[in-house]
């Protein structure tokens, strides 16, 4: 044909919609090239790892692949048994969640050698080559091999996952959102088998929401979805506005039953400031914020609403306290009782907290809702009739109907498409300039980058090792 | 079938309780010989007594079918109250009335029927075995229910902004978790209908000349090859019953719940 | 440990029944005294008879005392025929363990068949059969026995309605009068354990490492005989006993239809004439055999997880 190389995946016009017809993916192109590690990126949502699991004939139910070919070294693969053979043959998958991936039966020996999808030289020296790999990704082959998932913590498990994606030295190595499911050790570990395969001219295909990630290990970059990600504007300085604090909390230690999560946490939030608190998943980003709202007793420490301290729990505040202090959760789902309709979500605390008339409440709800850049007609209607990011203006509006102080956002964009999240994020950017502070946890560039300031928590070695998480300030820009 | 059903389900709960009222003939009397084939005066013929079996069928519902009714009730009731508490309180509430009920659901419950039978009337003791072979199963749901909700969205912001337990059980809670009792209570009613059609049947219920689905089974098995509807229609009555309570507390489930499906393996 | 556990809470459940029957006998209004004379005794006469039998004492008191009795096998004698009880449960016995293992026979390979077509089978059979399999489980026992008596004997003439065995006979001399009671048993207990399993078999199928082992393309097979069926072991076990727990209690409502002498018979015509001695020894071997086997299945699965046990 023509000169240029032929490439190993070969991806034309690759169309998935959902049973009611709404397309996921539509017409997608993609080429990985022996020795290329092609990067799937795009905001939450977009279809990357649908595009994925489409390339590699997995769809979970309810998805349909609609168009599109798929062709290997040249060769079509045919969707069913055919592409079920190729890619046990051909790829090794690193799922989201690995650790969750490995079944618990099998020893860790056991499950790496899962990944003998060709022949390694007999099964002793497949065994050989299962013990050595565990040996190279820094675990002890000797004490690991014999156990199973439920001995061994989420690091080590993440490293049997891996070994067995990788044992079988696959022509395609395919990684979804590995910044997602897997520590920082695990991370380098992963970016070092792309590297190296890059010079053994194996292919590697990523989905990641993780742009830093990203830029490390890949070679190419195909954006999904209507259009690329805003690019992160700069972080502008903190408001001018001085004065004192007006949420403080200082030597908090947060853990889950058994488990610490944060150990000596402290932080200050001024009015008109959005904070943005990071980190990777699990860190305990939520958690800090569900402490400050009394939803999550703290061991120790202490939180102070405009210098005064706050009680451990909601039940314990006082009204002013409570008004001042509001928390939205981070599933739109589940925001909303089903069995009211919206307007009463927002009317009631102004009714309880506030004290306002019936009349005049549901007059205010429908100014908030219209505040929130909503329909005041929603009002009526249920929460199931409205999108996910309808629904979390709804949550924000209810919040803001108390009249708070400091409004504690966690993940609210995380579930929405980038549209929505960018005018959710709009939103609470105009509340700063009306002299709120917002504190939003988040692991979204876009969103961290019009943040006034960022709190990183940030976790220190291995989740085996157990030491816990560390909260710092930092200014970032 | 969605057309069908409807009316269907409709006219078996009316016919159940109300059916004595349509009985063309006294379910206690004897119009001829026994065993008396299907006729003009008697569409199913007669049983053991020479009594009308379709005036016994259509009077016999009430009896075992409001046994059950209000068994199911009390059984759920029960069950959603535990389910409450030990969901919203956690703690040692939820390990008392969690391991309150794992007890429970290793007693087989027609036995214990059976032996209460021995001292209370029919209804009591079927109420009773319901009560404890099937709160314990709604307790667990109603309890994982509530657990979840403790933290949606919804139930913090109520509790963000200071609303009594009470109110929040009453207005946020008993909302989502009423369809999931309301599931169960199909499924409680179903079990208690089976009970109430073997103590029937076993003779432990209701007792002659009173007409009784269960015990209409245990009367006219001798006549089975004389009079075959005079077995069979007590039987389809319990069958059609049951299965509409079970269709229609699927639906409830399915409504409620969505169950994924298993995906593609 | 998890053994002991299982041991403590099985003999937790056994007491709980144990209250539940002693207490259910309390209710009548009649005691042992009152049935023993008759009607013919004076109010002394029946005092001094109390006091003496040890009526009078607190029921808590009665109670850890006929408890004893039952450890001991001390069951008593049935005030309605004189006879030692033991002796009557043990006429009784063997013919309930031959329907019983009959029925089982059956329902085993039936519950794997529905629980296949509810739980895992091709897209198409599975909704179907999954609505069949509960509809099959609502119907009452009592219902599906007089149906099948109804059509096969009856209507077809091909097995005989009642399954009366000969004084000192067994029922394997005429294995055609199990047929029947069999049935009756197997096919209700088999679709509410397929019920069950179908729940553990979808739970199984929806577990990460499942999609996990499809995603890297393991062929259908290997992921059932690897990564679902060992899962299924325990649930499986659990299942089987419970369809032959609810299977032995409801020999009660199959003999009392078919006419056969078993236990379950005795326990009926026991509670309909009051017979206590009677009532409580077999319903609390029921209840043991019932909670026992249920038991042995927890302990079997907690001992074959290989994941149960110190790490390595």
């Known amino acids: 044909m023509t000169g240029a190389p032929e490439p190993l995946l070969r991806v034309r016009g690759m169309t998935v919609a959902a049973r009611s017809g709404r397309p996921i993916v539509s017409g997608v192109d993609l080429d990985a090239h022996p020795g290329e590690a092609v990067a799937l990126a795009g905001p939450s949502g977009c279809g990357k790892s649908t595009l994925l699991r489409a390339v590699l004939d997995a769809l979970p139910p309810g998805l349909r692949r609609t168009a599109g070919t798929v062709t290997w070294a040249g060769e079509p693969v045919r969707p069913g048994g055919a592409a079920r053979r190729w890619r046990r043959a051909h790829a090794g998958v690193l799922d989201q969640d690995p650790a969750s991936a490995v079944n618990p039966l099998l020893t860790a020996r056991a499950a790496v050698l899962e990944g003998r999808t060709r022949a390694l030289g007999g099964r002793r020296a497949a065994r050989g080559r299962a013990l050595e790999l565990l040996d190279a990704l820094g675990l002890d082959a000797a004490d690991v091999a014999g156990r199973r998932p439920h001995t061994l913590s989420g690091g080590q498990v993440q490293r049997v996952a891996l070994a067995r994606a990788i044992l079988a030295d696959p022509p395609l190595l395919v990684l979804d959102e590995p910044t997602s499911g897997l520590d920082a050790g695990a991370l380098d570990l992963v970016a070092a088998e792309v590297r190296r395969r890059g010079a053994g001219g194996g292919a590697t295909l990523l989905v990641s929401h993780d742009p830093d990630f990203v830029a490390r290990v890949a070679d190419r970059v195909v954006a999904v979805g209507a259009r690329p990600p805003a690019p992160p504007r700069a972080t502008r300085p903190a408001p001018g506005r001085g004065g004192p604090p007006v949420l403080n909390a200082s030597g908090l230690r947060l853990s889950h039953p058994g488990r610490p999560v944060l150990e000596d946490v402290s932080l200050e939030v001024r009015a008109g400031e959005l904070v943005a608190v990071t980190g990777p998943s699990g860190s305990g980003k939520s958690t800090l914020l569900r402490a400050l709202a009394g939803l999550h007793p703290p061991d120790g420490g202490s939180v102070a609403l405009r210098g005064r ?104 964009t995380s579930a929405l498409d980038a549209d929505t999240a960018d005018a959710v994020l709009a939103l609470l950017e105009e509340l700063c300039g009306n002299g709120l502070a917002v504190l939003l946890a988040t692991h979204a560039p876009g969103a961290v980058a019009r943040a006034h300031r960022v709190l990183r928590v940030r976790e220190h070695g291995l989740p085996d090792a157990v030491p816990p998480h560390r909260t710092e300030h930092s200014h970032v820009g | 079938m969605r057309a069908v059903f409807w009316p269907l389900a409709a006219a078996v709960v009316g016919i159940a309780l109300f059916g004595g009222a349509l009985a063309p003939h006294d379910p206690t009397s004897s119009i001829a010989g026994p065993w008396a084939a299907p006729g003009a005066a008697s569409p199913l013929g007669t049983d053991s007594a020479g009594r009308d079996v379709l005036s016994r069928v259509l009077a016999g519902g009430r009896g075992p079918v409001l046994t059950a009714a209000l068994a199911a009730l009390c059984a ?91 109110a929040i059980l009453v207005r946020e809670v008993l909302p989502s978790v009423a369809g999931i009792a309301g599931a169960d209570l199909g499924l409680r009613f179903v079990a208690a209908l089976q009970t109430a059609a073997a103590i029937g049947m076993l003779g432990l219920g209701a007792q002659p000349p009173a007409p009784d689905w269960g015990l209409m089974l245990r009367e006219n098995l001798a006549g089975a090859a004389l009079n075959p509807p005079s077995l069979v229609a007590p039987a389809a009555a319990l069958t059609v019953t049951a299965l509409v309570a079970a269709v229609l507390a699927r639906r409830a489930a399915d409504e409620r719940s969505g169950r994924g499906a298993v995906g593609a393996w | 440990m998890r053994v002991v556990a299982v041991a403590v809470r099985a003999s937790v459940v056994l007491v709980a029944v144990s209250i539940m029957v002693f207490a259910a006998t309390e209710l009548l209004p009649s005691d042992a005294a009152a049935v023993r004379a008759g009607g013919g005794a004076t109010p002394d006469e029946l005092a001094r008879m109390r006091s003496e039998a040890g009526l009078d004492d607190p029921a808590a008191q009665r109670y850890l005392r006929w408890l004893a009795a039952m450890a001991t096998g001390d069951t008593g004698t049935s005030l309605v025929s004189g006879r030692p009880v033991a002796a009557l449960v043990e006429a009784r016995a063997g013919a309930t363990l031959a329907l019983a293992g009959a029925a089982l026979a059956v329902a085993v390979p039936l519950t794997a068949l529905m629980a296949w077509a509810a739980g895992a089978a091709p897209r198409r059979v599975r909704a179907g059969a999954a609505g069949a399999v509960a509809g099959l489980a609502a119907v009452p026992q009592a219902a599906f026995a007089a149906g099948l008596v109804a059509v096969f004997s009856a209507a077809l ?156």
């Open chain 1, 309 to 412: 301290p706050l009680a451990a729990t909601a039940e314990a505040r006082e009204r002013g306290q409570l008004r001042g202090v509001q928390f939205v959760a981070q599933d739109p789902a589940g925001a909303l009782n089903p069995a009211h309709p919206v307007g009463a979500a927002v009317v009631r605390p102004l009714r309880v907290l506030r004290g306002v008339s019936a009349q005049r409440a549901r007059e205010e709800a429908r100014e908030l809702l219209s505040r929130v850049g909503l329909d005041p007609a929603l009002a009526g209607r249920r929460p199931r009739e409205l999108s996910g990011g309808q629904r979390q203006r709804v949550a924000v509006a209810r919040a803001l109907a108390a009249g708070p102080d400091v409004l504690l956002a966690d993940e609210i």
């Open chain 2, 76 to 166: 759920t009731a029960a069950g959603l109250w535990g389910g409450l508490v030990a969901g919203w309180r956690g703690g040692w509430p939820d390990r008392l009335l969690s391991g309150l009920a794992d007890l429970l659901m290793g007693v087989p419950f027609l036995l214990v029927a059976m032996v209460l039978a021995v001292a209370l009337p029919g209804p009591a003791a079927v109420a009773a075995a319901t009560v404890c072979g099937g709160a314990p199963l709604t307790l667990r749901v109603v309890r994982d229910t509530v657990r979840r909700l403790r933290h949606s969205g919804f139930v913090e912001a109520a509790r963000g902004r200071g609303e009594r337990t009470g």
């Open chain 3, 157 to 312: 003439g091909w097995l005989p309605p009642v399954s009366l065995v000969a004084a000192g006979g067994s029922p394997l001399d005429r294995p055609e009068t199990l047929v029947l009671p069999a049935l009756a048993l197997a096919v209700p207990a088999a679709a509410y354990g397929a019920g069950l399993l179908g729940g553990a078999v979808a739970d199984a199928l929806a577990a990460p490492h499942v999609a996990d082992a499809v995603l890297r393309g393991v062929p259908r097979r290997r992921v059932a005989a690897r990564h679902v069926l060992p899962f299924l072991l325990a649930p499986a076990v659990r299942v089987l006993a419970t369809v032959a727990g609810s299977l032995l209690v409801a020999t009660a409502v199959v003999e009392t239809v078919f006419g056969y002498a078993g236990l379950g018979e005795l326990l009926v015509s026991a509670v309909a004439t009051r017979d206590v001695p009677v009532v409580q020894a077999v319903a609390m071997l029921s209840a043991t055999v019932v909670v026992g086997g249920l038991a042995a299945a927890d302990a079997a699965a907690a001992l074959t997880d290989p994941r149960s046990g110190v790490p390595a």
